[in-house]
């Protein structure tokens, strides 16, 4: 009898993601992980590697003050990579996607909604702007979020057809 073989998952070999946090138990880095690789190749997105930090308010907030010029804490920050002339494949960066746990915690409270489910969110709105998304006027953020919701669908996790980042109203 000839003994099964097993199968073996392999990520893309031109796409990294690298996740940056404190050992936070309750987040499923290995989740985040895979929606990212799968969102990054449904979106297309080049080769190479994606960023994710895992923060707290205190720490988005000095990052959104010092790039943005916003002295405030927010759910999530991306920073596009720039080209780097001769970088191709997993080592040249296509950018970071910053999360305040703090606030991901709060949203998700407040819309009555899992944390997975409100980390999956903020993971693939980060992606879409690494893919050239933009929210900044009703029109953009309405396709924005449809796209959004769309891939998180896809990915098992509850839609939010009005979703919206609730820093602004949150009071931590």
Not at 103 to 122: C, F, I, S
Request: with cysteine; aromatic share 4%; proline share 7%.
């Amino acid at each position: 009898m000839r003994a099964a073989t097993p199968i073996v998952l392999t990520p893309e070999p031109d796409l990294r993601v690298e996740v940056v946090h404190d050992g936070v138990p309750d987040v499923p880095i290995a989740e985040l992980e895979q929606t990212l690789r799968r969102v990054a190749r449904d979106l297309q997105l080049k080769p190479g590697t994606i960023c994710l930090r895992l923060t707290d308010d205190g720490g988005i907030r000095d990052l959104n003050r010092r790039y943005r010029g916003i002295d405030a804490a927010t759910d999530v920050l991306t920073f596009p990579a720039a080209e780097l002339p001769g970088v191709m494949g997993p080592d040249r960066p296509i950018g970071d996607i910053v999360i305040s746990l703090d606030t991901a915690r709060t949203q998700a409270e407040r819309r009555g909604v899992a944390l997975r489910d409100e980390l999956a969110h903020l993971c693939v709105h980060g992606a879409l702007h690494l893919a050239g998304f933009d929210d900044e006027d009703e029109g953009d953020r309405a396709a924005m979020i449809a796209a959004q919701n769309e891939l998180v669908t896809r990915y098992g996790f509850t839609a939010e057809p009005n979703w919206c980042s609730l820093y602004g109203v949150v009071q931590p």
